[in-house]
Nanobody
Framework: VQLVESGGGLVQPGGSLRLSCAAS????????MSWHRQAPGKESELVAA????????NYADSGKGRFTISRNNAKNTLHLQMNNLKPEDTAVYYC?????????????WGQGTQVTVSS
């Protein structure tokens, strides 16, 4: 199982970034996918999530109206489009795959990609 994030970097306030997460080794289209982030000295927080089948989305208040999560089940990829970035968005962003079935829970994480918003 692998989740590999990419697309992070340094961006000025007001800029945009598109994060990607390439998944392999599991049935991607069955999994609930999400992005989380962790800033230095702070706890990890959910940024956005998307269901496996219908593609329904959910966002933390901090990202509503600025972030868009999407998935391509044919390509086993997850994306996070981030617009109008703010310094407080600076964090390591992690991709997560989650599936609970038959009393078992499958939970996978990527290694993270650094997003730094600074002038």
């Amino acid at each position: 199982v692998q989740l590999v994030e990419s697309g992070g970097g340094l961006v000025q306030p007001g800029g945009s970034l598109r994060l990607s997460c390439a998944a392999s080794g599991f049935t991607f289209n069955s999994y609930y996918m999400s992005w989380h982030r962790q800033a230095p000295g702070k706890e990890s927080e959910l940024v956005a999530a998307i269901t496996s089948a219908s593609g329904s989305t959910n966002y933390a208040d901090s990202g509503k109206g600025r972030f868009t999560i999407s998935r391509n089940n044919a390509k086993n990829t997850l994306h996070l489009q981030m617009n109008n970035l703010k310094p407080e968005d600076t964090a390591v962003y992690y991709c997560n795959a989650d599936l609970s079935v038959g009393g078992y829970k499958f939970d996978y994480w990527g290694q993270g990609t650094q997003v730094t918003v600074s002038s």
